[in-house]
């Protein structure tokens, strides 16, 4: 038994499933005991649009100087703007000290509930630009 939910394919374990991939199409046949008996093509489409806003390097390298001077991260631990501040190993109070620090170093306030939507060193920078694009207009 074979089901499809959007571009992914489950199998039962009876069944073997052949792909072969040509010019961005993807080819499913669905075996049963040796004999093909479904063939499907398929085009992977992307399930969904994202629109991000990049912020400046040199932000993301101020907050990245930031968070691992806050955190004392090792300098062979990379942060990086994908770097997610729980995983650097950060708790609710230190996610609060590094948003103080923040506001101190840039010269901005940052309301409570933009500080609970930053959860990565690019969501601090993204934020910072903006206010800080907000406060020189």
Known sequence: ???????????????????????????????????????????????????SCAAKPETVDKVC????????VPSEKPVTGDSKFAE??????????IVMGLEEEFGITVEEDNAQNISTVLDAAELIDKLCGEKSA
Do not use: C
């Open 1 to 51: 038994m074979a089901s499809l939910a959007g571009s992914s394919i489950s199998m039962q374990p009876r069944h073997a499933l052949a792909t072969s991939r040509v010019s961005g199409l993807k080819l499913v046949s669905f075996m049963n005991q040796g004999r093909s008996s479904l063939s499907y093509g398929l085009r992977l489409m992307p399930s969904r649009l994202r629109i």
């Open 65 to 72: 100087e930031i968070v691992r001077k806050q955190l004392a």
């Open 88 to 97: 650097l190993g950060a708790d609710s109070l230190d996610t609060v000290e």
